[in-house]
């Protein structure tokens, strides 16, 4: 979104009196400024940005970074060079990301840029060209793993599959999900359980006969599960490969019901419409 002249002008003596940090650089920005080493600022202010909890991080070029004064910038002058850049940035960082946007205010004392970086989506750090990058004060680094670490889990708290949901039941589980985990646990085990009565199973049964079979697969040693091949022989290496593929079928077949005190994503999203629609009512 634009600014209007004031609105710029104001935003720049903010920046100029808040000074250098992790989330606001100045530089002169001079005719040839480097694209890589644009591209590196961007991903170490982004970054910051996110670690900061802030809603972005500002770039401003016209400004000397050790007097603060203005001096002005003659970079990328011509016509639609502004928008040309915004679309190198975003060809060469991870995940593609650029400027949200540049903006151009003309003083006396020369053109500044005040480039508006947004921050690094929650748990995804912002790379330049296979590298990631920070701030250590007023300088360019790379991104360490203590805050690249930090960045990453920050999605942990929020993955919807193990999270948990207080007085959660089966009766939330949704109804078409639920659905498919019969068909495919009926046509997985065909040969144990007629497909009529696997349909037929209260959602209670359906959740104890899968957490019986995980029970079976998980254990083979001491249940003496062995897969033989067509001669009655065990095949070499047959135990751990039976175990590994039957128990990436079960939790295929199962990932839609199986509960086992980890909430699954559909309760999140009935449970957060439920409560949204009720907070709106003015019930909570």
Known sequence: MSMDEQALKQLLRSLIERWESEVIEFKRGGKGFSTSDLGKCLSALANEANLHTCDGAWLVFGVDDKTRRIVGSEYRQAPGELDRLKMQIADSTEPSITFRN?????????????????????????????????????????????????IRRQTDATDWSVQLVPNATLDHLDSEAVSRARESFAKKYANRFEPGEVMGWPLPTLRDRAKHISNLLTKPRRRGLIVKNVSGKAPAGSLQKAFKEKNRAMQKAFKEIYIKSVAYASLHRLFAESVQKEAQAGNL
């Open 102 to 150: 540049i903006h151009e205010r003309e003083t006396p004392e020369g053109r500044v840029l005040l480039f508006e970086i947004p921050a690094a989506p929650m748990g995804t750090p912002i790379g330049w060209q296979g590298h990631y990058y920070a701030r250590a004060g007023e300088s360019l680094t790379s991104l360490g793993l203590d805050k690249l670490d930090a």
